[in-house]
């Protein structure tokens, strides 16, 4: 899921994001911060969702 992360396609990017926020595993979020400065809006976006959903965990 992490590589996903890393796809050309925005959906893809944001939707393993999303998806590594419900694992409730902190160690995604080395994978979802960097995704604060895609240069997709929804990415960022997501990764916000998702990280705010990992720190509160």
Not at 9 to 19: F, K, S, V
Not at 21 to 35: D, F, G, H, Q, V
């Amino acid at each position: 899921m992490i590589r996903l992360t890393r796809a050309e396609e925005p959906q893809i990017r944001a939707d393993a994001c999303h998806y590594l926020s419900l694992t409730e595993n902190s160690e995604a979020l080395n994978a979802i911060r960097p995704l604060l400065a895609d240069e997709d809006p929804e990415v960022r976006e997501i990764a916000m969702e998702s990280i705010a959903i990992l720190e509160a965990v």
